[in-house]
């Protein structure tokens, strides 16, 4: 099995992860403005389990949904910080990662990124 370099720098932190198999496929042009319109409102302190979602209207008439959740792994601490750049890099493995979307946890977070068709 040869591992790409993209996975090779991913595995360190990499605890699961899937990609959809079959769906929309992201605009590479635009989902990174939503990504980093989406961890503007996704940032913050969460709660052990608590999510939040946020939804992105793209011009091409797609609809890309963004879910933050906060796990327990490896930290029993009430609250937990998530800034905007580990929201985007965290959203961004999954843009680039995964054509079709898809969900990964790292660390203390799990990132669900997802394009559909129509609007929001």
Not at 34 to 50: F, M, P, Q, R, S
Not at 95 to 120: Q, R
Request: aromatic share 8%; hydrophobic share 30%; proline share 5%.
């Amino acid at each position: 099995m040869k591992l790409t370099p993209l996975l090779l720098t991913l595995l360190p932190a990499l605890i699961s992860a899937k990609c959809y198999g079959s769906g929309e496929s992201w605009d590479r042009n635009l989902a990174p403005p939503a990504v980093d319109t989406a961890c503007k409102e996704l940032i913050g302190n969460y709660h052990i389990n608590e999510s939040h979602e946020k939804k992105i209207e793209v011009k091409n008439g797609q609809c890309y949904v963004f879910v933050l959740q906060r796990t327990k792994e490896g930290d029993d601490a009430s609250l937990r910080k998530i800034t905007k750049a580990e929201c985007k890099r965290g959203m961004n493995r999954e843009l680039f990662g995964c054509d079709h979307g898809g969900t990964s946890t790292y660390k203390n977070w799990i990132y669900k990124a997802d394009p559909n068709k129509g609007p929001c």
